[in-house]
């Protein structure tokens, strides 16, 4: 019914923060991505997503895009302006080849697997960006890429015609992700999240725990995350991972394929929790991902490393 | 329950939905123990949905935010194959009022039913619109009720109703599917306990946040393998959730406290609906056969002023009484656990004014 006051109060807070007229509450950054390009595309039958290989939405959001009519994907190698104008390029021939019911959207991400994408790539790319393009960032972690830069969140959202922007993670909400844009384009999402269920009602109590979020951790928590990710960095390399990225935000990437060789990830993550109580996320030794948050102190970060140094022995001496 | 930008009191009644969560339940909801559902560590939702799945006599559950999720979901987990067909009350809410996403999204051909105004629909139509095979034909794949039934008036369907559509689904080889959002209400009404009631059904999605008071939510029940494919439909919807524990905690709270008091719904219900029909010299009147649970609907005489007029008449003024238009020709109010007896009383007394200006004028 709409006449929830917290949701509303969190909804004008984002828009004003983001720079953009309004703003939607909505239960996940799936659901928020998945919206933007539903009220992009509208009721044309042919509809164009470019973005680039790798982002969160190419990787594992795609289903929820899925309608009727078919969703066209051109996938950039990385988010330049060459590789984001051949991308574009080929979605418009394409596009325009299908007919006259078409509709193209861009789509960038910041922070990208938890590195900063450079602002000004960013107003390159806008630059070069027809007016009948439309230009959504998936900014689950732009607290991230604004805390690290210096560069308000006002800036980012100037230079997109629609963000999403998630409050479940390092601001630490328990739930729910914003969708901001024009004031139309945000009543037509509205209408669109009814499709697949997005109307909650009194969400003015998840809305709450965003607000506070908002208030207690951006931008100095980020920044005290991303400093707790250089330290993990540093316990990770002492104790032999391979570094496979330099720290730009919360996220480290190691290589731990030599010290797990022939291992199986998932039992790797059992053992973790099972024996040194430590929940890691792994699908490859050869990549692994590990975020920082509020709610890891550097001890935990210690006592990570001496568990993956400790398991790595265990194993290496089980095999001899 | 007051209007906190005027002084007005005001009695919502549009619908079950706009109950608040009361101080036990915020209590609840405060204290809650979270984790992270996406990788199913929430204890506070595992805990809802095993307690969920044990009184639903079903082998797993799943916490979703909207009951049009939840029955989407279960939609997409029964209907896998291209082609495939649904069949449906007419007046059910899945068919009016989700937006045609099993059209939409599932890519499912819904057929209806005539709903009957018992909420049910005829056996022998039900058999026959049954799929034979044939190219020209879709597959008929998933049947569905609706208990409590919305449209109907809040009708509360039969057991045996629902065991003779079990049986031609059972001899098709078809599941069925209950839209269950109000449940509960059924359950009070006829005195039966959830697992009976849900006894003949393959799933079913089951609302916390009506009746039962919670702020967001709903739980879909079913078979392992159902649930199962329905996280992953759950997440490309875009319905998981992270710290839901803190929902689940008030659908905890609800379950353990607010399933009995809904026969004082029912009793309110009664009353206005006894009342109307004792004031509304058949110009307005409730059909009190069709009366089971919490949902009144008002038939509105054409003759004499139309449903838009008498909603904004019972807003207006002190207390202002807020229901919904339903029909052509009717009004819905819809008793919950923020109606109390008193707030009752004066919307029975604010309801005689305005049909009594109505057939007086």
């Given at each position: ?30 659901m928020?991505?998945q ?12 509809r ?9 939405i190419?990787?594992y ?12 994907l051109?996938t ?32 960038l ?15 390159e ?12 960032l ?14 308000p ?18 601001l630490?909400a328990?739930i ?27 969400a ?20 005290r995350?991303?400093e ?22 919360n996220?480290?990437f190691?290589?731990l394929?030599?010290?797990?060789p ?11 929790e ?6 890691v ?30 398991l790595?022995?265990a ?6 | ?18 109950t608040?969560p009361?101080?036990?339940m ?8 979270v ?7 929430d204890?506070t939702?595992l ?5 969920m799945?044990?009184?639903?006599g ?12 939840g ?16 069949l ?9 009022y989700e ?29 026959d ?17 609706e ?13 045996e109703?629902i ?20 449940i ?6 006829e ?19 009506k ?14 393998e ?37 026969n004082q ?17 058949d ?21 004499l ?7 904004k008449?019972?807003d ?6 807020k ?12 008793f919950?656990?923020?109606i109390?007896?008193?707030?009752t ?10 049909i ?6």
């Amino acid at each position: 019914f709409d006449d929830d006051p917290t949701v509303h109060a969190l909804e004008h807070k984002i828009a004003s923060l983001v720079g953009h007229e309004a703003a939607l509450f909505v239960v996940t950054g799936t659901m928020s991505n998945q919206l933007a390009m539903l009220t992009w595309w509208g009721n044309v039958k042919d509809r164009g997503l470019v973005l680039a290989k790798n982002a969160h939405i190419e990787m594992y959001e795609l289903k929820g895009l899925e309608r009727q009519e078919p969703v066209h994907l051109f996938t950039a190698q990385n988010q330049t302006l060459e590789h984001i104008r051949n991308a574009l390029t080929k979605a418009k021939q394409f596009l325009n080849a299908k007919g006259k019911s078409h509709q193209l959207v861009l789509s960038l991400e910041n922070t990208f697997h938890g590195s900063v994408m450079d602002i000004e790539k960013m107003r390159e790319i806008r630059e070069y960006l027809p007016p009948s393009i439309p230009l959504h960032l998936d900014g689950s972690r732009i607290w991230n890429a604004s805390a690290k830069t210096g560069i308000p969140i006002k800036t980012y959202g100037s230079l997109v015609d629609s963000m999403n922007i998630c409050l479940s993670k390092g601001l630490g909400a328990p739930i729910g992700s914003m969708l901001t844009g024009p004031r139309d384009y945000i009543a037509r999402a509205k209408a669109i999240r009814y499709e697949c269920g997005g109307g909650w009602r009194q969400a003015g109590l998840v809305a709450a725990a965003a607000l506070q979020a908002v208030q207690d951790h951006f931008p100095e928590q980020c920044k005290r995350d991303h400093e707790m990710a250089q330290y993990l960095a540093d316990q990770l390399q002492s104790i032999g991972a391979k570094k496979l990225n330099e720290v730009d935000t919360n996220m480290v990437f190691v290589d731990l394929s030599h010290m797990f060789p022939g291992q199986d990830p998932e039992e790797f993550v059992k053992t973790m929790e099972q024996d040194y109580g430590i929940k890691v996320y792994n699908e490859d030794f050869k990549s692994v991902r590990f975020v920082a948050h509020h709610q890891i102190s550097q001890e935990a970060c210690r006592e990570l490393a001496s568990a993956l140094k400790h398991l790595a022995q265990a194993q290496a001496d089980s095999k001899r | 329950m007051n209007d906190s930008s005027s002084n007005i009191k005001v009695i919502d009644v549009r619908s079950d939905t706009v109950t608040k969560p009361t101080p036990g339940m915020r209590q609840a909801i405060a204290t809650a123990e979270v984790g992270d559902d996406v990788f199913r560590d929430d204890p506070t939702v595992l805990h809802l949905e095993e307690k969920m799945a044990r009184m639903a006599g079903k082998e797993a559950a799943l916490f979703v935010p909207s009951g049009t999720m939840g029955n989407l979901i279960c939609v997409m987990a029964h209907c896998s194959r291209r082609g495939a067909e649904l069949l449906l009350g007419d007046m059910s809410h899945i068919h009016l009022y989700e937006q045609g996403g099993c059209a939409q999204i599932a890519g499912v051909h819904p057929r209806s039913l005539k709903n009957l105004p018992d909420g049910t629909f005829d056996l022998q139509e039900l058999e026959d619109k049954i799929r034979g095979d044939d190219p020209h034909l879709p597959v008929t794949s998933l049947v569905a009720i609706e208990n409590s039934h919305n449209k109907c008036g809040g009708k509360s369907v039969s057991t045996e109703w629902i065991r003779q559509v079990k049986q031609i689904c059972s001899k098709y080889g078809l599941p069925l599917h209950c839209d269950g959002a109000r449940i509960f209400n059924s359950c009070v009404a006829e005195g039966i306990d959830l697992k009976t009631m849900l006894k003949d059904v393959d799933s079913a999605s089951i609302c916390l946040s009506k009746g039962l008071g919670c702020p967001i939510g709903s739980v879909i029940v079913g078979g392992k393998e159902l649930i199962r494919a329905a996280i992953r439909h759950r997440k490309a919807l875009g319905g998981g959730m992270r710290q839901s524990g803190l929902l689940a905690a008030a659908g905890l709270y609800a379950l353990e406290n607010n399933i009995e008091r809904l026969n004082q719904d029912h009793a309110n219900a009664k009353l206005l609906a006894e009342a109307i029909n004792k004031h509304g010299q058949d110009r307005f009147a409730v059909d009190m056969k069709s009366l089971d649970t919490n949902i009144v609907l008002m038939w509105v005489d054409p003759k004499l002023t139309n449903p838009p007029e008498v909603i904004k008449r019972l807003d207006e003024g002190e207390p202002s009484v807020k229901c919904v238009q339903f029909s052509p020709v009717q009004v819905r109010f819809t008793f919950h656990l923020m109606i109390t007896r008193e707030d009752t009383d004066q919307m029975i007394n604010k309801v005689y004014q305005v049909i009594s200006g109505f057939i007086n004028s």
